[in-house]
């Protein structure tokens, strides 16, 4: 059942936070210490030659899966955009995708019954099976989680309120992992030693594992998707033509994926190699515990930081100047050699910026589907969102091949101490770890600066832009309108002095093309229903307008402001929902002046007849330049 208030529930947004937490670990644990199980632990039959072979080979089928999946994901996406069921679109998907993917992640963690010791090709083949099955089943939880979010509240202060919650939740799910990661696994481990063994390996990621599918679980149960007129398409983007054109004409959602995967190639080669610094060339392991342990209240400070930064500075350059701190960050770890406390400064620094990165990327992706929209004419929510968890997979699919024969190079396998490592391999490994993802950051920023043209400036004016298409699909639907019946009366729906469409400071409504009508320059903010009739339009994410259609078919729009979509729901309440009954006089909207006032934008109210067509005779009964209260006869339609 949709929601009917915009207010979510402390219970619905811990329920989300602890997603968003179970996700993350899931993630972290999935592309950051699976690799490091298998390289470290799994593999000991005694023979070298033997073990390395097929811990490239088993690295090699990793990378090769993921990323074959490219070609799968963005059909997830759209396959979530297409689901049709009582619980929503997203939420079947999450409870699902958590279930299979956590079973099938814990199992990846045991040597299989000792098959590899059997027969090495049919563990190489259940291995590919499982992790394939275990990676597409993720994919429908990470991409239906982060779409849920758009869906789960109509009040764009919740909505925030949610997502900050979220990313709260999720960086302290990705560190946490790292925390607990190294005494965990040496408090289970059978033989205590300084990287653990395998029974402690397994039952550390039974526990993560737990988690993640308590939270895919807690997100299905405790919270609903709303319904919203925004979200409704015509006709759902199918077939593989349809879903590759979807992404394909989307420059802005290429170009960002672009600047994005060279960043994640990079950042995750680092990320999971940072657990290797500390143990073989700093030698003091649970030095990571303590880095991840900071970095977690660093990720909840960055998180808190982003606001205040964004009002400040521009998206290309927070992303610039986010991507140079990780380089500083990289070029510190270089100098830091085994000392613990450069090491820890260096983790900082690097770490610090990342969440910061991935709201700017979600912003760009996010205004993307409109952009999308306006240039094809149908909304992509699930898959243009799928994109960015795709891209995350594709970079963890490459950090982990690459990973793998990085610890091959660097002697860093099972066995392998600190005083074991060679300087000749000390100095391979920071080659790899640090210079091949500071050029691949160099590359996103300049990717970034040059191709990424969708501002919010720019996205405010394609908004206004799908309002008049809207307006027309709005027009469109009600060809059913009796020009025959009893006369209708507009009422103003707002205090203030009549002004003539004509003298509006906006070339469409000045040119009457979107329909027949008067404006009102208010003297305050209640917006009251002008008719008899149902709500068939309402704009849940910036309400600043509303669309009624009167018993006789007669559709109006009524639109506070000019670029008032620019504030984003700030200064407005919305009081009525989709399908809605309304009677004459009735609260269906209210704004404060001040906000629109202080933002330097027009506040006048718009009222059009969007079917004007379908109506022969227009009778003024006010006149512009009077004054007129809420509730007054202004516009009699037939």
């Not at 033989?191 to 526990?207: C, L, Y």
């Not at 963890?396 to 060679?422: E, L, R």
């Not at 009524?558 to 309440?573: A, C, M, P």
């Amino acid at each position: 059942m949709a929601k009917k208030k915009g207010v979510m529930t402390v219970k619905e947004q811990l329920a989300y936070s602890f997603g968003a937490y179970g996700n993350d670990s899931f993630y972290s644990l999935l592309s950051g210490y699976l690799i490091v199980f298998i390289t470290s632990h799994l593999f000991d039959s005694g023979n070298k030659a033997l073990d390395a072979k097929m811990i490239g080979l088993v690295t090699a089928i990793i990378m090769i899966l993921r990323i074959a999946e490219l070609f799968i994901d963005p059909f997830i996406g759209n396959w979530i955009d297409r689901t049709k069921t009582r619980w929503g679109h997203s939420r079947p998907w999450i409870v699902a995708g958590g279930t299979v993917s956590t079973l099938l992640l814990a199992a990846l963690f045991t040597p299989l019954g000792n098959l590899y010791q059997s027969n090495a090709m049919a563990y190489l083949v259940v291995f590919a099976i499982m992790y394939i099955t275990m990676d597409i089943f993720y994919s429908f939880k990470d991409v239906g989680f982060w779409s849920l979010l758009s869906s789960l509240t109509t009040n764009s202060e919740e909505r925030e309120k949610t997502a900050t919650f979220a990313r709260i939740g999720s960086a302290i799910g990705g560190s946490l992992v790292g925390v607990v990661v190294m005494p965990a696994v040496i408090f289970f481990s059978a033989t205590k030693t300084s990287t653990g063994d395998t029974r402690g390996w397994m039952i550390f990621a039974a526990i993560i594992c737990f988690l993640s599918l308590l939270s895919a679980w807690g997100v299905g149960i405790f919270n609903r998707e709303v319904d919203s007129d925004i979200r409704h398409n015509e006709k759902d983007t199918v077939g593989v033509i349809g879903v590759f054109k979807a992404v394909a004409k989307n420059d802005q959602l290429l170009w960002v994926a672009l600047a994005y995967l060279a960043y994640g190639i990079g950042n995750n080669i680092t990320n999971s190699l940072i657990i290797y610094f500390f143990t073989y060339i700093v030698g003091k392991a649970t030095a990571f515990s303590v880095l991840s342990t900071i970095n977690i209240f660093a990720g909840m400070a960055a998180t808190a930081l982003f606001p205040i930064l964004s009002k400040k500075f521009s998206r290309h350059q927070m992303f610039a100047g986010c991507l140079l701190v990780m380089v500083l960050g990289l070029g510190l770890f270089a100098f830091a050699g085994q000392s613990v406390a450069l090491s820890l400064a260096a983790g900082i620094i690097y770490a610090f910026p990342q969440q910061m990165v991935f709201l700017i990327v979600l912003m760009i992706i996010t205004d993307s589907v409109e952009y999308g929209q306006w240039k094809l004419g149908h909304r992509d929510e699930s898959l243009s969102l799928s994109i960015r968890p795709l891209i995350d997979k594709f970079g963890g699919a490459v950090s982990n091949g690459v990973v793998g024969q990085i610890a091959i190079i660097a002697g860093m396998t099972t066995g392998a101490t600190a005083a074991s490592i060679t300087a000749t391999q000390r100095m391979n490994f920071k080659l790899l770890m640090l210079a091949v993802p500071a050029a691949l950051m160099i590359i996103a920023i300049i990717i970034f600066l040059r191709k990424i043209t969708l501002t919010e400036e720019k996205h405010a004016q394609i908004v206004d832009e799908l309002e008049r298409t809207w307006g027309e699909n709005f027009k469109d639907e009600d060809d059913a309108a009796d020009s025959q019946t009893e006369a209708t009366t507009i009422t103003a729906p707002v205090s203030g002095k009549l002004v003539a469409l004509a003298n509006v400071n906006d070339e469409h409504y000045a040119k009457g093309e979107l329909g027949q009508g008067f404006a009102i320059k208010p003297s305050d903010g209640k917006v009251l229903a002008p008719f008899d009739g149902t709500v068939r339009l309402t704009f849940d994410d910036t309400r600043h307008a509303v669309g009624l259609v009167a018993e006789n078919g007669m559709a109006v729009l009524i639109h506070v402001g000019l670029g008032t979509v620019k504030l984003k729901g700030t200064g407005f309440v919305s009081y009525v929902n989709r399908g809605q009954a309304v009677k004459r006089g009735d609260e269906i909207l209210e704004f404060w002046q001040p906000t629109i006032q202080k933002a330097g934008l027009d506040d006048t109210v718009m009222v059009t007849v969007t079917n004007s067509d379908k109506f022969k005779e227009f009778k003024f009964i006010k006149t512009s330049g009077e004054v007129v209260d809420a509730g007054d006869e202004v516009l009699t339609v037939k």
